[in-house]
């Protein structure tokens, strides 16, 4: 059974960081794709980032280019979004997600909220 928890949200001022952490688990994913997404009250769910588990391409969000970074950890299975200068305009909800072929999972998602 796949699982993704995602921690590490929480309330920052405007120009800070966060770094989010998603723990995947119930299988290996070295050919997936991991993600993340966020959504913002009242809309809908948008891509943030994206790699590779094997770390062979990165993408991103015009949004968010020269401020997030995606990266894993393979030994503790864990992907991580590093977010810095961070804008009012972040604050969403934070998902991730892991990707094949034929199957997606989604984590709970973790609350991101900066303060102007």
């Known amino acids: 059974q796949v699982q993704l928890v995602e921690s590490g949200g929480g309330l920052v001022q405007a120009g800070g960081s966060l770094r989010l952490s998603c723990a995947a688990s119930?299988?290996?994913?070295?050919?997936?794709?991991m993600g993340w997404f966020r959504q913002a009250p009242g809309k809908e769910r948008k891509f943030v980032a994206r790699?590779?588990?094997?770390?062979?391409?990165?993408w991103y969000a015009d949004s968010v280019k020269g401020r997030f970074t995606i990266s894993r950890d393979n030994a503790k299975n864990t992907v991580y979004l590093q977010m810095n200068s961070l804008k009012p305009e972040d604050k969403a909800v934070y998902y991730c997600?892991?990707?094949?072929?034929?199957?997606?999972?989604w984590g709970q998602g973790t609350q991101v909220t900066v303060s102007s």
């Open positions: 119930g299988r290996t994913f070295s050919s997936w794709a």
């Open positions: 997600n892991a990707q094949s072929d034929s199957q997606g999972y």
């Open positions: 790699m590779l588990w094997s770390g062979t391409g990165t």
